[in-house]
């Protein structure tokens, strides 16, 4: 397989691991039908203002393999968008581009080496987030295509590329080429882990000018009950059994049946060529779909029902989908403005993508929001369907309150004449590191989340636990062992032979977090007790 080297790319392989955890400091809580009330929804929508590489790695202990879909919409590397470069990799080669614009082609000749060093960290974290039957959605256009298709083979694994599909964005595009407008942009798509599952494009409408399906040349003895099937160019009256068709399929009538008004008055046996087996046609018939026999009783069907269309790799109109132009338009109507935001996604894309694989309790994250038309997406299948899916909006931009979150809440409530969705989400902002720069614990986070934090890293389990009075030093019960974090910020704690008292449920082993230990190895060994030294012996992921 062919390999993608670039300026920086060994120092940034595993700086996901380096970058700091963060912890989410909740800002204030939006519902639609009580504005005023600034409390935590705990609705599962959230919209996360920071750096997105830092965000993502604040949401792995709560969210890793949790996510269903991933759409994002990074930076295309045009060199007319004036992106920053800001990830803080500890390397020379790197350490001088920080804080600078990237620019264009011909006055920074390492934009694609900044461009996947900043996707790379980003897009291994996405990997961690997706479910197992999770896929994620990359738009983007010419000038980083190449590239991101071999970034993307390398962290999701060729084998799980899905397709590549073409947006036609634009009928009239800006002029940024002189040697051609750009009418199309492109959607890339891997699965965490390739399944056999068909997507689900738009649903067929059956009309009645639909071309009838014709059957296949194989002989079948099938049974129709009454007024099932209907007879073409036959007078009322008794069908009578015996030969017709051609001579090479002489589809026979097996008993007489009586017509009433065009259809089988009772049962009706033929032995004919078609598609489906009985059980098959039993199923259809259940269904609502239409058999027709013509005089020379050749069967044939026509469906009330289609199941959803395998999405076609063009994405226009013909799907339902909007252009930039349109999406435009629908941002000035939102805020009651122009120029609320240069070239934003239309929600009828982000529904149709979302929509091949996503169920009704889905998660939808997108790290690079933008304007929020993901959540917009999201709020308007919701609607549709009934559904509960959730958002997880990330952007670092100061905007994310006044555009991203205002969207939202514009879209939850009303505007112009569009009626409200209604729904509730929280807004974050990136808080304080977990750990010191001297490897100590940053006691400012609070110890709860220090709790969820050693409890993922021992079990890669969200800590959902309430913790209890009696108790208080139990993190939880997984897999038949007990997790202790015997943890006080005013006091340094020392695991006793008295202090194994904290230990208050039974279990299969016991792991205890202290900061110090005086029980003899032999006496832990035989009680199935683990000791881990805070802080040396906390994970970092």
Known sequence: MPTLNWIGKEKVVNHYLEVPYKVLEHRFGFRADNAEDKSATNSGNMIIHGDNLEALKALIPEYEGKVKCIYI?????????????????????????????????????TRHDKWLCMMYPRLKLLQRLLSEDGAIFISIDDNEL????????????????????????????????????????????????KTSIKY???????????????????????????KSIQFKGLPDGVVKAGVYG???????????????????????VFENRFIWVQSKLDEELNNGTRINCSKALVLSYKKSNYDPEVPPNLIDSSVGVDTTEEAGKLLEKIFGKKGVFEYP???????????????????????????????????????KDGGKRKF????????????TAERVRRVMNGYADTEGTGGSFDFYELGETLFKADGTLNEAVGEDRIREYVYYTETKQHLSRQREDLNRYLLDTWNGVGYYLYYEPDHETALTYDRLSIIREKAERYIVYADTCTIDKDYMTEKNIIFRKIPRDIQKF
């Open 73 to 109: 919409d990074p930076p295309y590397n045009t060199g007319n968008e004036g992106w920053v470069y800001n990830d803080n990799v500890n390397h020379p080669k790197i350490q001088k581009w920080l804080g600078e614009v990237v620019g264009k082609q011909e006055e920074d000749f």
């Open 146 to 193: 190449a590239n991101l298709k071999l970034l993307c083979d390398e962290v999701f694994g060729a084998r799980n590329f899905i397709g590549q599909w073409h947006w036609f964005k634009s009928a009239t595009p800006p002029n940024l080429s002189y040697k051609i407008k750009k009418n199309l942009e492109y959607v890339l798509v891997y699965e965490k882990d």
């Open 200 to 226: 689900k494009g738009i649903q067929k409408i059956s009309k009645s000018d639909d071309p009838i399906i014709k059957p296949q040349n194989t002989m079948k003895v099938l049974q129709f009950p009454p």
């Open 246 to 268: 051609t001579k090479t399929y002489p589809n026979k009538l097996l008993a007489d049946v009586e017509i009433e008004n065009g259809y089988n008055k009772g049962i009706a």
């Open 345 to 383: 996604k239309s929600p009828s894309l982000i529904e149709y993508l979302i929509g091949f694989l996503s169920d009704s309790n889905s998660i939808i994250l997108d790290s690079f929001a933008g304007s929020g038309t993901t959540a917009h997406a999201v709020l308007n299948l919701n609607k």
């Open 392 to 403: 997880i909006l990330v952007e670092m931009e100061d905007y994310a309150d006044t555009i």
